[in-house]
T-cell receptor
């Protein structure tokens, strides 16, 4: 039973570029959330997708956008990259909108030069 | 707004001794509380959760946590620490009716020495 998978594992970009990160949820899960974890900090919620719609959003600018596909997989897009966007980006999946725990992937390490 | 505080950046304990990692939270409604562990270069692994019911929650790898509503705390405990427990531990909260958004604390590094 595959867990949450994310790709790529590492990525290096320069300021101003755009990036797309991908996530496949754990089998049986239908809800995907994205988090940003800066070095030495706890993860911060970016947004959540359920039934192909953004359901909840954290305090992140519009440069951060996403998508969920019919097979429940998801993409995170970041435009006009800033040095401060350097972080570990974590995808988490869960079943529905209730109290079930979220299962995390190993993340994509994004470095901005 | 919901928030989580983990007052200790690092906890040091000798192998075989009991350990406690502290967490306090703030939410306006009923809290859903979680503990996760993170090993180097890995994502977060779920340890345990409290939603309702018994205040003492048992989870994976021998960990447990005690929910205290009056003190708004959810401390993580283990009776006997192992060297392999050394990792970064995160407490997280979500408000019961506020969707799936988790708010995390800043993390506590647990160091278990042989």
């Amino acid at each position: 039973d595959a867990g949450v998978t994310q790709s790529p594992t590492h990525l290096i970009k320069t300021r101003g570029q755009q990036v797309t990160l991908r996530c496949s949820p754990k089998s049986g899960h239908d809800t995907v959330s994205w988090y940003q974890q800066a070095l030495g900090q706890g993860p911060q919620f970016i947004f959540q997708y359920y039934e192909e719609e953004e359901r909840q959003r954290g305090n992140f600018p519009d440069r951060f956008s996403g998508h969920q596909f019919p097979n429940y997989s998801s993409e995170l897009n970041v435009n006009a990259l800033l040095l401060g966007d350097s972080a570990l980006y974590l995808c988490a999946s869960s079943l529905g909108q209730g109290g079930q725990p979220q299962h995390f992937g190993d993340g994509t390490r994004l470095s901005i030069l | 707004a919901q928030s989580v505080a983990q007052p200790e950046d690092q906890v040091n304990v000798a192998e075989g001794n009991p350990l406690t990692v502290k967490c306090t939270y703030s939410v306006s409604g009923n809290p859903y509380l979680f503990w996760y562990v993170q090993y180097p270069n890995r994502g977060l692994q779920f340890l345990l959760k409290y939603i309702t019911g018994d205040n003492l929650v048992k989870g994976s790898y021998g960990f447990e946590a005690e929910f205290n509503k009056s003190q708004t705390s959810f401390h993580l405990k283990k009776p006997s620490a192992l060297v392999s427990d050394s990792a970064l531990y995160f407490c997280a909260v979500r408000e019961g009716n506020a969707g799936n958004m988790l708010t995390f604390g800043g993390g506590t590094r647990l160091m278990v020495k042989p």
